[in-house]
């Protein structure tokens, strides 16, 4: 059975963003490597919960904290300090933002492309 995955793109940090935060976004760029691959080693049930550690819309309980010092060394310490302005961590931006961003390039190529089928379409007449 195939079921869609129709769901809004986070594209802001909450009020809890922080420099763990940060740190777990990270090690999934470095790693490459999808949200549900961090929901499996930190032995996690629902996906949300992650997304919402890496959005910063909620701290992680101590458990989780301690499972993701053992497998991942970034103190739960780190989940309760807000990035400084200008500071890397400040300046991170998520993916869904990222997305955003790249939009209006794609947008005006493919406008772009269509405009000039048009005018050869209109070349051939």
Same mark, same amino acid.
């Given at each position: 059975?195939?079921?869609?995955?129709?769901?809004?793109?986070?594209?802001?940090?909450?009020?809890?963003?922080?420099?763990?935060?940060?740190?777990?976004?990270?090690?999934?760029?470095?790693?490459?490597?999808?949200?549900?691959? =961090?929901?499996?080693?930190?032995?996690? @049930? #629902?996906?949300?919960?992650?997304?919402?550690? +890496?959005? /910063?819309? %909620?701290?992680?309980?101590?458990?989780?904290?301690?499972?993701?010092?053992?497998?991942?060394?970034?103190?739960?310490? =780190?989940?309760?300090?807000?990035?400084? @302005? #200008?500071?890397?961590?400040?300046?991170?931006? +998520?993916? /869904?933002? %990222?997305?955003?961003?790249?939009?209006?390039?794609?947008?005006?190529?493919?406008?772009?492309?269509?405009?000039?089928?048009?005018?050869?379409?209109?070349?051939? @007449?």
């Amino acid at each position: 059975m195939i079921t869609s995955m129709l769901h809004k793109v986070k594209r802001t940090r909450g009020p809890l963003f922080s420099k763990g935060s940060y740190e777990l976004w990270l090690i999934l760029e470095r790693e490459n490597k999808p949200i549900e691959w =961090l929901k499996n080693e930190l032995q996690i @049930k #629902g996906r949300n919960v992650v997304n919402r550690y +890496l959005y /910063g819309t %909620r701290r992680p309980s101590l458990e989780i904290g301690i499972r993701i010092a053992e497998r991942f060394g970034i103190a739960s310490s =780190l989940f309760f300090i807000i990035p400084k @302005k #200008g500071s890397a961590a400040d300046r991170f931006v +998520l993916p /869904g933002e %990222r997305e955003k961003q790249a939009t209006p390039a794609s947008a005006r190529r493919a406008r772009r492309a269509r405009t000039a089928r048009r005018k050869r379409k209109a070349a051939k @007449k």
